[in-house]
């Protein structure tokens, strides 16, 4: 609060309290990043697809925490599952040509031996998206330096709640956030925060995406976590 005090000349000088000085290991949040209209693409969905509207939400979230001031995302699980995806692809298509050009009595051993492997990276794939992968959609990381290494991890997971009699359908976000220092020996912040909201509050009803109060209804979620609370 400012203040005022006389001095020998006879004029007013005014002396302001000291501002409390910020926390160098407290880094940015989203809202603090001003994304421009101009910058945004038109985003529009079939309303009456649930499967639209939660993608569109989901590639929101990515665009919006990914930007170059927020984290880097981490896309191990999109690499473990296209490796798997190729790899099953080349096995498919190896063993066919194998079987093409060789006798059907001759090729049969490698060619099962080539179906098994097939159907082995498929399931496998398959169970990886399943209980691995599961419902998350975006893993990102960062780094700052003020006074020591400072590293983030953060986690998001959504999933859409079905409508009701009462209630439409819902899109379900939920956020695992850590910071930590000294290469993850000094714990700085933990939060996990909860939030559903219906889609009619992101989306017109032609299905047009009203992207600022979806980022702000994320950055605000993202920011509790950031501050280690616990919803």
């Known amino acids: 609060m400012a203040r005022s005090k006389k001095v020998e ?15 160098p290991d407290k880094p940015t949040g989203p809202l603090s990043i001003i994304i421009a209209p101009e910058d945004r693409e ?3 969905v079939n309303n009456a697809n649930v499967t639209e509207l939660k993608n569109a939400c989901d590639d929101a979230v ?15 699980h999109t690499d473990v599952r296209l490796g798997l995806g190729w790899a099953s692809v080349f096995v498919a298509g190896g063993t066919a040509f194998y079987g093409y ?5 001759k090729s049969k051993p490698v060619v099962w031996v080539g179906l098994i492997l097939y159907f082995f990276l498929t399931l496998v794939q398959s169970l990886y998206a399943y209980f691995i992968e599961g419902e998350i959609v975006y893993v990102g990381k960062r780094k700052t330096f003020s006074r020591r290494i400072v590293s ?3 986690t998001l997971t959504s999933r859409t709640i079905p409508a ?3 209630t439409p359908p819902c899109y379900n976000l939920s956020i695992s956030y ?8 000094s714990l700085l912040a933990k939060g ?3 939030r559903v909201e219906g889609y009619n509050a992101f989306f017109d009803e032609e299905g047009t995406m009203d992207q600022e109060r979806f980022e702000k209804w994320v950055g605000e979620l993202v920011e509790e976590a950031m501050e280690g609370k616990q919803s």
């Open 9 to 23: 000349n006879g004029h007013t000088a005014r002396s302001l309290s000291p501002a409390a000085p910020s926390s």
């Open 42 to 44: 038109v985003i529009k």
């Open 62 to 76: 990515k665009r919006y925490l990914s930007r170059p001031e927020l984290f880097n995302q981490i896309h191990l």
């Open 101 to 105: 050009k060789l006798d059907f009595e």
């Open 152 to 154: 983030e991890r953060i």
């Open 164 to 166: 009701k009699a009462s």
């Open 178 to 185: 850590v910071r930590s220092a000294s290469n993850g020996k």
């Open 192 to 194: 996990k925060t909860q």
